[in-house]
């Protein structure tokens, strides 16, 4: 598709969004006067939402009687993998613990490390020794350029030598057989990528960090375990992912080029490397056998800072998939579509009514809106509860969490969609 014309595509669904944003606000403000055109419009938004939860469900019956084959055969023992890790002022403990954990992994491996213009001594120190002292690669940016540039030169230098690139953040740390379980679905020559399993390494530190671990389960046991039956996961993991070496060669220079209303992009490179992977016809896969570990933030305030990084990349990167998946990846194309965009901003006047009813009609909230949603959660979520009750606790927390802090995140971060600061940096 001419840039042109995906840029004019891209600027319709962002108005859409908007359209849908007021639309829904007008509907609140009004609502007492026009009662039947809100309750049609509620009964939409439930239906929409209930529609999409058995949708989840069906997928993860499919995943379950059609478990992958594939996942089951190791690669022929000469395959070679490149492992790159972009650092950018990583402390040093975590640091050695993250490259002494891919040194250990096994696998036929060449660890490259990109250095983007850290500015801690500390960091640089570690990195030097680790140059000076073992065969790992290493490489210094005299500036920093961004998590997408480190990425574009590791590509470059290992691509043409290795079967499949794996990427790891600088603060995780693989299990021992990561990499082994990583690239096992590339015996399918229809895969293009893989993403593997993400734990918290301090999830026992606080409420937060326990919600967080909810959080992420949800995120991957339920939604990216769903979307992989039909080999549509929507981002691979910058914690641990890897694609077929003749695949990202052949995307990675549209990635670092990539535009987003004519401005060059920052964040969320790894859900654009995907979405540059299923835009080729590639499936993209979730494997829970590939364990890494990771830090999440422990305090409110790091923790939405990170989050709201990520919801702007998900609002930019659901409209670019928008703008292909219409033609070659339909059922993509009405889920980002139906969930990903239109519900959070469908359900604007909805949110703002809920908050409203606690204090206009209390009694009315305690006995019906709050119950109901209570049951509707549960239903949702109804996984955790058999396959993960340690995290029952922390998805009770995300329950309130998601409706005080992450939904009016999403909301803000489509009048903030161009922001490009990194935040957590």
């Known amino acids: 598709m001419p840039n042109d014309k995906r840029i004019a595509i891209e600027r319709i669904w962002y108005i859409f969004l908007f359209v849908l944003l007021f639309a829904s606000l007008v509907l609140f403000i009004v609502h007492d006067s026009i009662s039947t055109v809100w309750a049609v419009y509620s009964r939409i938004y439930f239906g929409l939402l209930l529609l999409y939860t058995w949708f989840i469900f069906i997928l993860l019956f499919i995943g379950e009687i059609k478990k ?18 972009p650092v950018y002022n990583e402390g040093p403990e975590l640091l050695i613990k993250a490259i002494k954990s891919v040194v250990e992994t096994n696998g036929n491996k060449i660890i490259y490390i990109v250095d983007d213009g850290s500015t801690s001594t ?40 290795v ?29 293009g990528a893989t993403s593997g399993e993400v734990r918290l390494i301090n999830e026992k530190e606080n409420l937060l ?29 910058g914690c641990l992912s890897a694609y077929r070496a003749s695949v990202i060669r052949d995307i990675i220079d549209d990635f670092v080029n990539q535009k987003f209303f004519g401005e060059a992009c920052t964040h969320s490179e790894d859900r654009h490397l995907t979405n540059l992977v299923l835009k080729r016809g590639y499936h993209v896969k979730f494997i829970p056998e590939a364990i890494s570990y990771t830090e999440t933030p422990s305090t409110l305030k790091g923790f939405l800072k990170q989050q ?74 109804i996984h955790i509860f058999f396959y993960a009750k340690k995290k ?4 009770l927390i995300y329950m309130l969490f998601y409706d005080l802090f992450l939904y009016w995140q999403s909301i803000y971060a489509l009048f903030t969609v161009k922001n490009k600061s990194w935040m957590t940096r």
Not at 71 to 82: F, I
């Open 68 to 85: 992958d084959r594939a996942v089951d055969a190791d690669p022929p023992p000469d395959t070679k993998v490149g492992v790159i890790v």
């Open 209 to 237: 960090t326990r919600m967080v671990g909810a959080y992420y389960w949800i995120g991957l046991h339920i939604y990216k375990r769903a979307q992989s039956s039909l080999g549509i996961v929507v981002c691979c993991s």
């Open 392 to 395: 029952i606790p922390g998805l």
């Open 122 to 161: 500390a960091c640089k120190r570690v990195l030097r020794h680790i140059a000076e002292n073992t065969d790992i690669q290493v490489h210094f940016f005299e500036t920093n350029k961004g998590k997408r540039h480190a990425l574009y030169h590791g590509v470059k230098v290992l691509v043409d030598q």
């Open 163 to 191: 079967d499949f690139i794996i990427t790891i953040d600088s603060d995780t740390v693989l299990d021992q057989n990561a990499l082994r379980y990583i690239i096992r679905p590339f015996s399918d020559p229809k895969v």
């Open 308 to 381: 709201q990084r990520w919801k702007r990349g998900y609002v930019r990167e659901s409209i670019y998939t928008l703008t292909y998946a219409w033609k070659t990846r339909p059922v993509l194309f009405c889920e980002i579509l139906l969930w990903e965009l239109t519900i959070p901003y469908l359900s604007f006047g909805l949110m703002i009514g809920l908050f409203v009813s606690i204090f206009a009609d209390p009694k009315l909230f305690l006995t019906e809106i709050l119950p109901a949603w209570i049951i509707f959660m549960v239903v949702r979520y």
